[in-house]
Structure formats: C-alpha cells, structure tokens
C-alpha cells in the first residue's frame, strides 16, 4: 500500500492504494500532486490532492477533494472543482531520485486566477479520472425535520430531487462529461461521532440539515458516438456497487466506497510484431520496399593504396555500378599516424566532423552518384607546419613535418539512396618525404646575378620571398656556421 499525503497544500486529505500481485508488474509512472484550495487559493485547508497511475499504458488518475462548505457556497464549490481539473499537474521526472510521495505544486496561472488557453489540463489528457471526497454539496429547499423524516422512510428519490450536486451537474456547471453511480444510501452528513445508526444526525444547536456531502463521480473514454471499449475508446469503467459505510462512527461523516469493473484495451506487442510479419510477407509492395531498404548499389573503388609526395594531388574514382539506384557516398578517416625519429607513430589528429589529419585534404568528402556514373575524388596532401622561428635567417627550435613520414586510413562508407545498410571500403593513404637538397640562400642568388639581367624590386621582392619560404619549409635541419651568418649579416647591410 502507498500512502501520498497533501502535505500543506491540501491539509488532512490523503491517498492509498492497493494493488493485486498480478497486476504490479503493469502499474507504472505512479506519481502524486496537490491543489490548494482555501484562503487566496494558498490555504490547504480546502483543495485536491491527485494520484496518477500507468496501467497497462493507460492513464489513470484519482482526486481526493475538499470543496467549500455551507449551504449557500454553491458557485464557490463549483469554482474549486475547476481551479483543480485546470491547474492540477504531475509533473515528477520519473525514474529520479524524487520519492514516490513528493507532491507537486499546481501550475502557475495568470493575474486572473485562469490557466493559460492554449495549455490543455493534465487531468484531460488521463483516460479515466475519478473525483472523490468531501464535495459538501448540500440539499436544498427543505428544512432539517423534513430531511429527517425522508430518511427514516428511506425516500431518497424525493430528496435526489433536493441535491445541489446533481442539479449542478445536470446544469453543466460542475463534473462536466462525469457520471456518477446512482444513490441507494443514507445522507453521509451530518452526524454526531460515536452514536450509531440513523439517530447519529446532528441534533445539537445547528441541526445541520443531512446531505450526501462525500460523492465519488468518474469519467471514462466513452463518448457520445463511442461506447464500445476499444483502441479509439481504451477504457470503459462501470459501477459495480455504490454505497456508504453507515457503521463508521468515528467522523461526522460517513465514508462512501465505489467499486469500478474496467475494461481497458491494449497492444499486446508480441502479436502485433507477428501480425507485422505476416503483413509484409502476404504484401508484395511492401516486401520490394522492406528489400529497397537493405539494397546497397555495387560500388567499385579505383584503389586501395595512395601514395602522396609534398603537396601531391591523387584522383580517387567511385564508380556507381548499379543502372538504376543512386548510391551515396562519405569518406571519413579511421585514423593517422605520424612516424617519429625514434620509430614510433604519434597519436591520431582529428580534423573537423570527417576525422580528416591536417596534412589531408579530401574533395569532395561526401556526395551522391548517379547511376552508371563516376565521381572523381581528389586526394590532396597539404603541408602542414609547427611554428618555427628565424633568426637572422637560422631556424630557431623547431621542426618540420616534412621530414616525417604520415600514414592514414580512410573510410568510404557507401550507401543507397533510399537502403539502411551500408557498404565501407579501406583506403591506405601514405605520405612519404621526398630527400631534397636545400636551395642556396635569396639574397646570395640576387647579389649573384649579372647587372643588366637584375630583377625589378617587385620581382626580387616575390621571388625572395617565395625561396625564403621554400627554404623555410624544407630545411628545417640546414645548419649554419659563424662565418656563413656574420657573411648573411654583412650582405643584408650593404
């Protein structure tokens, strides 16, 4: 048994429920709320408090409530019903830490008191709701002795007649679309504690008129046009029995007990996954786009081995073998390696989503083939560098990726233009590091030159320039002597 308390929003009202051992294992997202209904809509001394349950994928929801009392409080108990349908919400993050009875604070309703329009209410969208509780929907137009007597005579049609809740309901102004079992039992209020038996009804000073304050009224997936319980109308409750515990002498009140017969319709999944087989293996259509789905289109690949020198270009053609599907292609990178004086490799290097290393490019990286169609894709090495510093025209501290050997492998994943499988194919790409020696230094080669053959100061300019950097990239392992750099000292200052 649970028990899910009000806490202070809805003080003195609570909740149990019992399950049957064979039905625990189909109750799920159990999980409890609150709505204050007294003073200012903040005291708990009137309000609900919500349970709701998942059995077997349906929605269920229970409501404890306490309206406002006395005779006259009509529009006010009517007003408290629908502040709770409106602003009560479940809102536990199921399979938290949070303990099954925490309670929920209500939603947050505007200056005037209303839910927003376009929230629909939590307790309209559970497939049977139950409210129970003290409604405290008196009787009127009669007067205590005349209530009195109809009881001991047992006319309970003639004071049906006289109960504001049904006539509320009846006007529509209250449990709208609800139902409520039909009354065979004393009025439940009020009676003194302790005493026994019709005789109980207060007698003292204010002769509390009786009433059937504590009703229990229900809404199922029934409709107007739908009253078989089905997928559309998932659940279809009916009362089985309807009656109040007259022997209870402990409260003013006596408690009233309905017992629910439910159907409730369901999936069973295992037989809808065989009739799903069934399905597609009788259907002809279905079983060619079930087909169309695993169909990759043969796709051959040029090679499976590149091998690139210093800024070298290899073309890399996929060639779409099927004449009537368009297969689609991406090429990621597995991984890299880099080789170390030592002989070891470095780690791999991810570039961007593709995984690609900086020193490789790839385009295009992905892309879709026409039937009978070739796409060509250019395999590029890229010079990629750590950051070196120059001196006077002497490598400071660093070393060049030229000079190491780099690995890679890619991935060419293929796939059809409408299937889910896919189709991979390896390609080994290498870069090797081409022995070169170093060119002589810019400023040498333009001492060097003959007078009526010396460049412009634009072209000296670009060309130094571009041997300086040649020279910058490449020889990263040159070494200098003194003489050679004071020789670079005093030609950069004539």
Request: proline residues 4%; charged residues 25%; negative net charge.
């Given at each position: 048994?649970?028990?899910?308390p ?30 204050p ?12 408090v ?56 209500h ?72 139902r ?25 000073e ?15 997936s ?19 029995s ?23 319709a ?26 169309e ?26 060639t ?13 990178c ?46 590029h090495?890229?010079?990629y ?26 991935l ?20 090797c ?12 080669l ?12 634009e ?6 320039s ?29």
């Amino acid at each position: 048994m649970k028990e899910y308390p009000s806490t202070e929003l809805a003080r003195g009202s609570w909740l149990d429920y019992l399950l049957l051992h064979d039905l625990k294992p189909h109750i799920g997202d159990v999980d409890a709320a609150a709505v204050p209904c007294g003073f200012g809509r903040a005291i708990g001394n009137k309000g609900g408090v919500g349970l709701k349950m998942r059995v077997y994928d349906r929605r269920i929801c229970f409501v404890n409530n306490h309206f406002a009392a006395h005779l006259e409080n009509v529009t006010r108990r009517n007003a408290d019903f629908d502040h709770i349908y409106r602003t009560m919400n479940f809102n536990k993050s199921h399979g938290s830490a949070a303990s099954d009875t925490s309670v929920q604070l209500h939603k947050a309703v505007n200056a005037n008191g209303n839910q927003p329009d376009e929230d629909r209410p939590e307790l309209a969208e559970a497939d049977m709701v139950v409210f129970l509780g003290d409604f405290n929907y008196r009787l009127y137009g009669i007067t205590y002795d005349e209530a009195r007597d109809m009881v001991s005579q047992r006319s309970f049609d003639w004071l049906r007649e006289r109960d504001q809740l049904r006539a509320e309901m009846k006007a529509g102004n209250v449990f709208q679309g609800m139902r409520e079992g039909f009354i065979r039992f004393p009025p439940t209020y009020k009676f003194q504690r302790h005493q026994p038996g019709l005789a109980g009804y207060d007698s003292g000073e204010k002769k509390r008129i009786p009433a059937w304050c504590d009703r229990i009224v229900y809404r199922d997936s029934r409709s107007e046009t739908i009253r078989e319980c089905s997928l559309v109308c998932p659940v279809v409750a009916a009362i089985t029995s309807y009656e109040a515990c007259m022997d209870v002498t402990d409260s003013d009140h006596k408690p009233v007990n309905c017992t629910f017969s439910v159907d409730l319709a369901r999936v069973n999944e295992l037989i809808r996954r065989q009739e799903y087989g069934k399905i597609i293996e009788s259907n002809e259509k279905l079983h060619c786009l079930l087909q169309e789905s695993h169909h990759v289109p043969d796709t051959i690949i040029s090679t499976n081995n590149i091998i690139l020198e210093n800024e070298e270009t290899v073309v890399l053609r996929i060639t779409n073998n099927c004449g009537s599907k368009k297969s689609a292609f991406e090429i990621l990178c597995e991984g890299q390696s880099t080789s170390k004086q030592d002989g070891t490799k470095t780690d791999f290097i991810a570039r961007a989503s593709f995984g690609l290393p900086h020193w490789l490019e790839v385009q295009p990286s992905i892309g879709l083939i026409e039937p009978g169609e070739t796409m060509e894709v250019n395999v590029h090495h890229e010079n990629y560098y750590t950051q070196e510093e120059f001196v006077d025209g002497v490598v400071q501290g660093g070393w060049c990726e030229l000079t190491r050997d780099k690995e890679a492998v890619l991935l060419v994943n293929v796939t059809g233009s409408t299937s889910t499988e896919t189709v991979t194919h390896r390609i080994n790409v290498r870069h090797c590091c081409a022995a070169s020696s170093p060119p002589p230094p810019v400023s040498l080669l333009a001492i060097a030159a003959p007078p009526g053959d010396a460049p412009s100061s634009e072209g000296l300019t670009e060309r130094s320039s571009r041997k300086s950097q040649s020279n910058h990239l490449q020889r990263s392992d040159a070494h200098f002597g003194a003489s050679e750099v004071h020789d670079l000292h005093r030609l950069r200052n004539m």
